[in-house]
C-alpha cells in the first residue's frame, strides 16, 4: 500500500522489531486515569447491536459534539451505554488554537455531558476549527511556532480551569507543513502538556498519515512524545492516494500503524487504547475485532519484554 | 494565517479575491505543491458540508439532482457559513434560504420539501418532555381544559405547506414512485414517539387548534378558530375534535396541562 513513498526512518531510533532489550524502562501514566483497556467508538450503526447483545468491550469513546445538543435517541442509547461501560469524550470543535475567543458555552455544554456520562476523560485534538465566528469543521493545522505554543499553552489552562479537569490532547493527521513552523509537531506537543500541565492522546495512524505526507521518521516521532503524559492511543485505517494519505479511519489499520503502536506500548507499558473506524463502518465485530489485536499486540510487548528482562512492563487492561 | 488559510478553504466554493499565494506560507512535500495541499483542505470542506446537508435533506436531493443540489450548497454555505459547533444546525436555515433570493428551478416546492425534512431533524433532536396518556388526561379538571393552557411535546413540528411535501418525502424515502408535484395545500405534524420520529397528515382545521394550542391560547380560543375551518355541522365538529384529542393522546402529543 505505502511502497516506496513510505518515508525513511532515522538510523537512530529505536525499532521495535530491533529487539526488547532495547526497551527502555516504561514510563508510569503521570495523572490518575485508569486504563480503560481496548474500546471502540460509539457510532450509529451500531447502536442496536450494542444495546442488544452488551458486547465484551473494554470501553467506549463518543464524538462528544454528537451527544451535546440532543435530547434524542442518541442521547438515550448514551445514558443505557453510559450505565453499562466506562466512556471517554472525544471532541472536534474545541479549536485550541484558534484565534477566536474560547468558546464558553460550548465548554459548559462539554463539561455537563462530562458529568451525566461519568466520562473518564475529556479529548480534543491540537489543531483549530475556523475564525471570525466560522466552523469550518475541520481538524486545522497550526504553524509550530513560540507565540503559537504559548498562545495554545493559555488556551489549555483556561480550558482546564473552566472544565475543571486535566484536557487531553491528540495530535492531528496534516497535509500542510508551514514555512514559519520552528520545532517538530511532536516538539510543539510535549512543550505543551508539559507547560499546560495536559495529557496527551497519541494517534498513531495520525503519525503515520502525517509522516507520510510530510516525511518525517514516525518512531522519531513516537519516542519524542513524553510518554507519562500519554493517557490513551488511537489507532485507526487510511487512505493512500499515493502522493498523500488521508486520515479516513476507513479501514484496517496497516502493519506500519501496528507497529508505531507497538513502539509506543514499549515506551508507556500500554495505555487506554481505541479503535477509530468512521467511514464505510462494518459489522461492529469487525471493529471491535481490531481492538483486540491491539490487546494482543500489547500481549506481545509485554511477552517479549518478559522473555528478555523477566518482569512485566505491561499492563493488559 | 488563520483568516488567509480559511479564505483559502472557502474561496473555490464561495467565490472571492485571490489571497496571498500558498508558497508565501506553506512548504511543498515530495509530490505536492503549496496550493495542491492546501486544495486537499478546500475539497474535503466542501465534501463535508456537502455530505451533512445531502443526509439532512435526502428528499430535496432526490427532486433536484446532486449537480444542482451541490449549486445550493454552495449558494447556501456563501450566505450561511457554519458559525455553530455542531453540524446538526448546518442546514437549518436551508428551507428560508430556498424561499428568498436563491434562482433554482422548482425552488418553492424545493422550499416545502425542505421544510418537512427539516423539521424531522428538528423533532428527531428535540428535548425529552413530559407525555399525558389518555389516563392522565382523564384526571385533568373539566374547568382546567376550558381555561388551562395546554402544553404540547417538544417534539411537535406543525407544517402548513403549498404542496403535497409530505407525501413527496414518504414516497422518496421508500424509493416509490414521486406523486405530483403541483401547488396543493398541506398541513402535517411531525412528532417523536419513543424515539422515533413520526409523521402525520393534518386537515386544516385540525392543524389550526394545534398551532394555536402551540401559541398558548386556550382550548376554547382553539376550538373556535378552527370551528371557522371546519365544513361541517356543530355536532360533527364535535364528534371530530372528540376523535383529534383522542389520537393525539395515543401519540403522546400532549405534554401538560397548565391551570
Not at chain 1, 130 to 141: E, K, T
Not at chain 1, 305 to 316: F, L, P
Not at chain 2, 47 to 61: G, I, N, T
Not at chain 2, 206 to 231: C, D, H, I, N, S
Request: charged share 25%; aromatic share 10%; hydrophobic share 40%.
Amino acid at each position: 500500500m505505502v511502497g516506496a513513498d513510505r518515508p525513511a526512518r532515522s538510523r537512530g531510533t529505536i525499532r521495535p522489531d530491533a529487539g526488547s532489550s532495547m526497551t527502555p524502562r516504561a514510563k508510569k501514566l503521570r495523572f490518575d486515569i485508569p486504563n480503560l483497556g481496548f474500546g471502540v467508538g460509539l457510532r450509529t450503526v451500531h447502536f442496536g447491536h450494542v444495546l442488544e447483545k452488551l458486547p465484551k468491550v473494554d470501553w467506549f469513546e463518543i464524538v462528544s459534539e454528537n451527544f451535546m445538543d440532543t435530547g434524542g435517541r442518541p442521547m438515550w442509547v448514551l445514558d443505557q451505554v453510559a450505565e453499562r461501560y466506562p466512556i471517554g469524550m472525544h471532541g472536534v470543535s474545541l479549536s485550541i488554537g484558534s484565534v477566536d475567543r474560547v468558546d464558553f458555552d460550548y465548554l459548559r455544554k462539554l463539561g455537563e455531558l462530562a458529568q451525566r456520562v461519568k466520562a473518564r476523560f475529556v479529548s480534543d485534538h491540537l489543531c483549530w476549527c475556523g475564525v471570525a465566528g466560522r466552523n469550518m469543521h475541520d481538524l486545522l493545522p497550526l504553524p509550530y511556532t513560540e507565540e503559537c505554543l504559548a498562545h495554545c499553552i493559555e488556551r489549555v489552562r483556561t480550558v482546564q480551569e473552566f472544565l475543571e479537569r486535566r484536557l487531553v490532547l491528540e495530535n492531528p493527521s496534516s497535509y500542510v507543513e508551514f514555512k514559519s513552523s520552528r520545532m517538530s509537531e511532536w516538539e510543539f506537543l510535549a512543550r505543551l502538556a508539559e507547560e499546560a500541565d495536559c495529557g496527551l492522546l497519541l494517534d498513531l495512524n495520525n503519525v503515520y498519515v502525517s509522516s507520510f505526507n510530510h516525511g518525517f521518521d514516525p518512531f522519531e516521532y513516537v519516542a519524542g512524545i513524553p510518554a507519562e503524559r500519554v493517557v490513551y492511543y488511537h489507532l485507526a485505517g487510511h487512505t493512500n492516494h499515493g502522493t498523500h494519505i488521508l486520515d479516513t479511519h476507513s479501514d484496517h489499520a496497516i502493519e506500519e500503524v501496528w507497529k508505531l503502536y507497538e513502539r509506543a506500548c514499549e515506551l508507556s507499558g500500554g495505555r487506554s487504547t481505541l479503535y477509530e473506524w468512521d467511514e464505510n463502518i462494518p459489522a461492529f465485530g469487525v471493529v471491535h475485532g481490531e481492538a483486540l489485536k491491539a490487546k494482543k499486540r500489547l500481549e506481545h510487548v509485554a511477552g517479549k519484554t518478559v522473555g528478555s528482562k523477566g518482569r512485566h512492563v505491561a499492563r493488559v487492561g | 494565517m488563520e483568516r488567509w488559510f480559511q479564505g483559502e478553504l472557502a474561496r473555490p466554493h464561495e467565490g472571492g479575491k485571490p489571497g496571498a499565494p500558498a508558497n508565501a506560507s506553506i512548504l511543498p512535500s515530495r509530490h505536492l505543491q503549496p496550493e495542491e495541499r492546501v486544495a486537499i483542505y478546500s475539497r474535503m470542506y466542501f465534501a463535508r458540508l456537502y455530505d451533512c446537508l445531502a443526509e439532512d435533506y435526502p428528499a430535496v436531493v432526490k427532486i433536484c439532482g446532486h449537480a444542482t443540489f451541490r449549486k445550493i450548497a454552495r449558494a447556501y454555505l456563501k450566505e450561511h457559513p457554519s458559525r455553530h459547533y455542531s453540524l446538526n444546525l448546518l442546514g437549518r436555515k436551508l428551507p428560508e434560504f430556498l424561499d428568498g433570493r436563491a434562482r433554482f428551478p422548482r425552488r418553492a416546492l424545493l422550499a416545502d420539501v425542505a421544510r418537512v425534512e427539516r423539521a424531522i431533524s428538528e423533532s428527531f433532536d428535540a428535548p425529552v418532555s413530559p407525555v399525558m396518556m389518555p389516563a392522565d388526561m382523564a384526571l385533568v379538571p373539566p374547568a382546567a381544559w376550558q381555561k388551562g393552557r395546554i402544553l404540547l411535546t417538544e417534539s411537535l413540528r406543525l407544517l402548513a405547506l403549498d404542496h403535497k411535501a409530505n407525501a413527496i418525502v414518504s414516497a422518496c424515502r421508500q424509493e416509490r414512485e414521486l406523486p405530483s408535484f403541483a401547488k396543493a395545500k398541506s398541513w402535517v405534524a411531525v412528532y417523536r414517539k419513543e424515539w422515533t420520529v413520526w409523521r402525520a397528515e393534518l386537515t386544516e382545521p385540525m392543524y389550526t387548534v394545534l398551532a394555536a394550542l402551540r401559541a398558548g391560547k386556550p382550548l376554547g380560543a382553539a376550538l373556535a378558530a378552527a370551528a371557522r375551518r371546519f365544513e361541517g355541522s356543530p355536532g360533527e365538529m364535535q364528534a371530530e375534535v372528540h376523535r383529534w384529542f383522542g389520537e393525539w393522546a395515543r401519540e403522546g402529543i400532549f405534554a401538560a396541562v397548565e391551570p
